[in-house]
């Protein structure tokens, strides 16, 4: 089973940045695929962005290309999503994922992932 633990979510003004955290346990982290996704009040899961095992690949929703990045390191089992010029729509519960298949970042941003954490919320005020 893995376990992970986003942190980093907030309250921020229209234009500024985040960077959220996700540590993961329970496997080698390596052998994982890594996403972010959110939920915004009222509405439905959506994908964010995903990495490859190595970090080779990347992955993005268009709502968030050219202003988010996701980065990962092994060494620290740990997945970042660097978040700059953010909108009022981009206010939601963000989620961490894993997942040990070997599916394309197209495919889990589609479909999701096996592994979730419990969120945390960044808020972008107007």
């Known amino acids: 089973q893995v376990q992970l633990v986003e942190s980093g979510g907030g309250l921020v003004q229209a234009g500024g940045s985040l960077r959220l955290s996700c540590a993961a346990s329970?496997?080698?982290?390596?052998?994982?695929?890594m996403g972010w996704f959110r939920q915004a009040p009222g509405k439905e899961r959506e994908s964010v962005a995903a990495?490859?095992?190595?970090?080779?690949?990347?992955y993005y929703a268009d709502s968030v290309k050219g202003r988010f990045t996701i980065s990962r390191d092994n060494a620290k089992s740990t997945v970042y999503l660097q978040m700059n010029s953010l909108k009022p729509e981009d206010t939601a519960v963000y989620y961490c994922?894993?997942?040990?298949?070997?599916?394309?970042?197209?495919?889990?941003?589609?479909?999701?992932?096996?592994?979730w954490g419990k969120g945390t919320l960044v808020t972008v005020s107007s």
């Open positions: 994922a894993a997942d040990s298949r070997s599916y394309s970042g197209s495919y889990y941003l589609n479909h999701g992932m096996d592994y």
């Open positions: 329970g496997r080698t982290f390596s052998s994982l695929a």
């Open positions: 990495i490859s095992r190595s970090g080779g690949s990347k």
